[in-house]
């Protein structure tokens, strides 16, 4: 089973330092650019992907669900998303500006998606979890995966409250689960640390100070994150050379373990 974690920048295709200069990029309309992602995404066939930073719906993808676009092209027929900001934090305002009211993220699935939670954490502008129960074929039966997908704050101090509140949530949860997506932790690996301790995850990747995502034109830093728990095999973990987004995106081919209940 393939997952993948991709921070698409709502299709800008900004994958050049230069490009954040040019404002046309936020404004131009980006079907051809989304195209060009799930044709490369066609090649690998994931199972189940996390975007982040994705348009749900604004003239810019057409008035058309960027996600329910992702569906379609790559035979995802379970989705899930939801604008990124809160209508109970200070942010609530951009849910009034045009374009930016319909930023989010989203989960797609192969897999029957049986609910879904919308968490936003308490602190920071980007601070959205989605939390789908997806039912796996596995062997004679059938297990249920808890996701979570994540994006941070760009702010340290805002980002340790929400890794705090976010280990509490997730250490909650029932097994098997995987925690993915965009945690911005310019800091380092060791903002995690805390958060890995407290829920008992694994890093996905094991050769973790090897692996950058961001920025995709020169990699230096590893923003994007995949951990999982311990009824879960990691066979693979790699990033994928996708040049159509400022990060890249992070694929880990799993399974689960034997012997386990649901």
């Not at 951990?227 to 095999?233: A, E, G, K, T, V």
Request: hydrophobic share 35%; charged share 30%.
């Amino acid at each position: 089973m393939k997952l993948i974690t991709y921070n698409v920048e709502y299709c800008d295709g900004i994958n050049r330092r230069w490009k954040y200069l040019e404002v046309y990029n936020y404004l131009k309309l980006v079907k051809k650019k989304l195209l060009e992602i799930t044709t490369y995404l066609k090649e690998i066939e994931p199972d189940i992907l996390g975007l982040i930073e994705i348009d749900s719906g604004s003239v810019r993808f057409g008035r058309k669900s960027g996600t329910e676009m992702f569906s379609e092209e790559l035979n995802m027929l379970n989705w899930v998303e939801k604008t990124k900001y809160s209508r109970r934090s200070i942010f609530k305002v951009l849910n009034y500006v045009p374009i930016i009211r319909k930023q989010g993220n989203a989960i797609l699935s192969k897999y029957k998606i049986l609910d879904t939670r919308f968490i936003y954490l308490s602190k920071g502008m980007k601070r959205l979890i989605i939390n789908s129960r997806v039912e796996v074929p596995f062997e004679n039966e059938k297990r249920v995966l808890n996701l979570f997908a994540v994006h941070l704050s760009l702010r340290k101090k805002a980002r340790a409250k929400q890794l705090k509140e976010l280990a509490e949530i997730v250490s909650s949860a029932q097994t098997p689960k995987m925690v993915f997506g965009d945690f911005n932790n310019f800091g380092g690996s060791e903002e995690l640390y805390e958060f890995l301790e407290t829920t008992g995850l694994k890093d996905a990747c094991k050769n973790s100070y090897s692996i950058k995502t961001y920025p995709s034109w020169k990699p230096k830093r590893r923003l994007d994150h995949i951990f999982y728990s311990d009824d879960i095999i990691i066979n693979t973990c790699r990033v994928l050379d996708a040049d159509f987004s400022d990060h890249l995106p992070l694929m880990v081919d799993l399974e689960f373990k034997r012997n386990q209940k649901k």
